[in-house]
């Protein structure tokens, strides 16, 4: 596609709840990065893939996030037992990612979360 | 610990005038520093990007500095415009390089 897709592009869950939020990168884009934003913050790091692998998690706040990439395009970030504090809009970029490593990051319209 | 900061009030300026934000970093060793530009509802797009080797870059009415000795990127807007008015977030790549971590952002206002 012509840039990075996100859906849903609004999800509202009850807590406890397994939700996953998908990302289509720009075609040819070797990285993807995931990030969360809460509201009149920044976006703060939460994964990183080179291809299909993670080269990057340290971000995850904890082991309900997962995030996969398994054919090196689309990317999945699963949330499992939603709490409310994962309430946020969760921002997708990419990149190219191999030779020029300082290339701008083109996000998504991000998808936000809201947990009840 | 590692910080990125920007001016967590919102700058307020008239149209024409130009616009100084501050990007300050701690216990970061950027190989370089992006900006991005992001409006309400919108996901974050690249403005400009300078490389650790680089004191100043310029696009249009844009301009950024870096300094490495002080840990610290400027960010100007000449004859700024109400359309510029948006939050300005600055971005270091880290790790390898490949990493980008991006500050707290700072709200622009331009008045007519």
């Known amino acids: 596609g012509a840039g990075v897709s996100q859906t849903p592009s609004n999800k509202v869950t009850e807590k406890g709840k397994y939700v996953e939020l998908r990302c289509d990168p720009i075609?040819?884009?070797?990285?993807l990065y995931w990030y969360r934003q809460s509201l009149g913050q920044g976006p703060e790091f939460l994964i990183y893939?080179?291809?299909?692998?993670?080269?990057?998690d340290s971000g995850l706040p904890n082991d309900r996030f997962f995030a996969v990439r398994p054919e090196g395009s689309v990317s999945t970030l699963k949330i499992q037992r939603t709490e409310r504090g994962d309430s946020a809009v969760y921002l997708c970029?990419?990149?190219?990612?191999?030779?020029?490593?300082?290339?701008?990051?083109?996000f998504g319209q991000g998808t936000r979360l809201t947990v009840v | 610990s590692q910080k990125i900061e920007q001016n967590s009030e919102a700058l307020n300026i008239q149209e024409g005038k130009t616009a100084t934000l501050t990007c300050n970093y701690t216990?970061?060793?950027?190989?370089?520093l992006q900006w991005y530009r992001q409006d309400p509802g919108r996901g974050p797009v690249f403005l400009l990007l300078?490389?650790?080797?680089?004191k100043e870059k310029r696009k249009e009415r844009l301009k950024v500095t870096f300094d490495t000795t002080l840990k610290q990127s400027l960010f100007h807007i000449t004859a700024s415009q109400p359309a510029d008015s948006a939050t300005y977030l600055c971005?270091?790549?880290?790790?390898?390089?490949?990493?980008?971590?991006f500050g707290t952002g700072t709200r622009l206002l331009v008045s007519p």
């Open positions: 970029a990419s990149r190219t990612g191999t030779a020029e490593k300082n290339t701008e990051a083109f």
């Open positions: 075609s040819g884009h070797t990285a």
């Open positions: 893939f080179q291809g299909t692998g993670a080269a990057d």
């Open positions: 216990n970061y060793s950027p190989a370089y």
């Open positions: 300078i490389r650790e080797n680089e």
């Open positions: 971005a270091l790549g880290v790790t390898g390089f490949q990493k980008l971590v």
